[in-house]
Each structure stands twice: as structure tokens, then as C-alpha cells.
């Protein structure tokens, strides 16, 4: 964990002394930098027979947990906005 925090913070230093240097190519090497690492963790998970044997289960409280949290953002999103809209003296 050390390890990760000291790589933040130079990566953090590095942007910082670099900031008005480096900007153009940054986007491209950050979107390819993710694509490799979410294909690096696809390969690590379709090799663990675990995961892939647990995958209908993991699958099911994928589900579960995605909606769960999909209804409730909704329902506070729905909230939030009949609060703004007395606030504003029931003008729609």
C-alpha cells in the first residue's frame, strides 16, 4: 500500500512540474494505459477458477447490487428534486 501511495504522489509531482509541458499526447497514453489494465484484470479474472466457476452467483449479486443502487440514486434524485421544487414555492 506504501508503494501505491508513494507512485500517486510522484505521479502527482511529475504533473505538477510538467504541467504546461506535456498536455496533448497525455489523453491518448492515459485511455490506452485503462484499456490495457481493464484487459490485464479480464485476463487475471478468466484465469482464476474460482471466479469462474462462482460466476452465476457473482453474476446474481451483480444484479442485485446494480439495481438496488440504480433505485436508490432514483428515488433520492426524486427526492432532491421535489425539495428543490418547494423550495421554489411548488413552481414547476
Known amino acids: 500500500m ?49 471466479i469462474i466457476s462462482a460466476l452465476h452467483t457473482l453474476g446474481g449479486e451483480a444484479l442485485l447490487l446494480a439495481t438496488g443502487g440504480t433505485l436508490g440514486s432514483v428515488l433520492a434524485a426524486w427526492g432532491l428534486w421535489k425539495l428543490v421544487q418547494q423550495g421554489k414555492g411548488g413552481r414547476k
Do not use: C, H, N, P
Open 2 to 50: 506504501f508503494t501505491v501511495i508513494l507512485l500517486m504522489l510522484a505521479g502527482i509531482a511529475a504533473g505538477y512540474l510538467l504541467r504546461r509541458r506535456v498536455q496533448v499526447k497525455i489523453q491518448g497514453i492515459i485511455t490506452l494505459l485503462i484499456w490495457a489494465l481493464l484487459f490485464i484484470l479480464g485476463v487475471e479474472v478468466g484465469s482464476d477458477e474460482r
